[in-house]
């Protein structure tokens, strides 16, 4: 019998970057949202929590060949 498997987690990270001070909120989301899309965020994340979600099965019926 061969059965599938299916865990889904939910991976939080967190990233410690700086940015200048007395920036108005949608230039701090731009800047955050650029350095994400660059990759210049990608080393610096490290995962901070993981959140099991949910698991599931499936069985798969194998059809036997006759002898």
Do not use: W
Request: charged fraction near 20%.
């Amino acid at each position: 019998m061969k059965v599938i498997v299916t865990v889904v987690e939910r991976i939080t990270s967190e990233a410690h970057i700086n940015i200048s001070d007395g920036l108005p909120e949608e230039v701090i989301k731009q800047q955050i949202v650029d350095l994400y899309n660059t990759g210049q965020m990608q080393t610096d994340l490290n995962i901070f929590q993981v959140d099991f979600e949910s698991i599931s099965a499936r069985i798969v019926n194998r059809v036997q060949q006759p002898d």
